[in-house]
T-cell receptor, first 116, second 112 residues
């Protein structure tokens, strides 16, 4: 079946540094990918929609200058958390619909970011 | 705005059927019912989806009421590995390419 893969699965960084998380669709092309964030004991919250070859669309309250999204190819979207702070510590999850199939949205394994 | 209502938590004994309810009283004709689950510290996993007919796959069965205002996800023989948060989501397929919006889901605890 279709697989969406994220890297790294976990990362620890110092406050003020930037962290890049990659999301790849392994056996299908994804013109659109989605980035979610999940805090402990909470549900997934949609952050942004990543569109191949164009600017990402951010949800209300998500700072586009802090969470940089690049969707440079049909199989790769990246999320860069710039100048990370401890409150950015969270579980980041990407997802993509498989084109040509009826209705399955596949999710990556998630990337746990801890900012010290 | 939440389109679905689910119980916060449920318990189930290992080997028994787990029946997870979901209310979606405002569902429209173009909206499908999707079920996903999330095991701790993992990404959500697709389970099943349906429009109006009951559906079954290797993981579960989905029973949708005739008026489509509610549905039940059935795990026929729950195992400890089925312990997870289960999300019921409605989605309009006319909005192809849009994201799924997650509610709080039901935390299912399967015990031996």
């Amino acid at each position: 079946g279709a697989v969406v893969s994220q890297h790294p699965s976990w990362v620890i960084c110092k406050s003020g540094t930037s962290v890049k998380i990659e999301c790849r669709s392994l056996d299908f092309q994804a013109t659109t990918m989605f980035w979610y964030r999940q805090f402990p004991k909470q549900s997934l919250m949609l952050m942004a929609t990543s569109n191949e070859g164009s600017k990402a669309t951010y949800e209300q309250g998500v700072e586009k200058d802090k969470f940089l999204i690049n969707h440079a190819s049909l199989t790769l979207s990246t999320l860069t958390v710039t100048s990370a702070h401890p409150e950015d510590s969270s579980f980041y999850i990407c997802s993509a619909w498989t084109s040509g199939r009826s209705g399955e949205l596949f999710f990556g394994e998630g990337s746990r970011l801890t900012v010290l | 705005d939440a389109k679905t209502t689910q119980p916060t938590s449920m318990d189930c004994a290992e080997g028994r059927a787990a029946n997870l309810p979901c209310n979606h009283s405002t569902i429209s004709g173009n909206e499908y019912v999707y079920w996903y689950r999330q095991i701790h510290s993992q990404g959500p996993q697709y389970i099943i989806h349906g429009l109006k007919n009951n559906e079954t796959n290797e993981m579960a069965s989905l029973i949708i009421t005739e008026d489509r205002k509610s549905s039940t996800l059935i795990l026929p023989h729950a195992t400890l590995r089925d312990t997870a948060v289960y999300y019921c989501i409605v989605r309009d397929l006319n909005q192809a390419g849009t994201a799924l919006i997650f509610g709080k889901g039901t935390t299912l605890s399967v015990s031996s």
